[in-house]
Nanobody, 115 residues
Framework: QVQVVESGGGLVQPGGSLRLSCTAS????????MGWYRQAPGKQRELVAG???????TYADSVKGRFTISRDNAKNTVYLQMNSLKPEDTAVYYC?????????WGQGTQVTVSS
């Protein structure tokens, strides 16, 4: 069984920065892709950034140039550095970790960008 735990959310002013962390405990095998989705009130969940075990990255257009995803494979941990935050980045951020057949999800962490 894999558990996915996020941390690092909070309240930040526009233009500020936050770093989210996510650790998958247990073996996620050779697939090992990890990443982040977010869901704002009244909106669908959307992919923010994804990272394969081979370090291939994917970003939503809305966050390119502002967010950076990285990982520590030895720790099964993925990070999301979020800079130049905007009010429209406000959402619950969910981490995922892929095993060969299953996508595991974290419980979500709230990010609020407001003055």
């Amino acid at each position: 069984q894999v558990q996915v735990v996020e941390s690092g959310g909070g309240l930040v002013q526009p233009g500020g920065s936050l770093r989210l962390s996510c650790t998958a405990s247990g073996s996620i095998g050779n697939s090992g892709a990890m990443g982040w989705y977010r869901q704002a009130p009244g909106k669908q969940r959307e992919l923010v950034a994804g990272l394969t075990r081979g370090d291939s990255t994917t970003y939503a257009d809305s966050v390119k140039g502002r967010f950076t995803i990285s990982r520590d494979n030895a720790k099964n941990t993925v990070y999301l550095q979020m800079n130049s935050l905007k009010p429209e980045d406000t959402a619950v951020y969910y981490c995922y970790a892929d095993s060969t057949f299953i996508r595991y999800w974290g419980q979500g962490t709230q990010v609020t960008v407001s003055s």
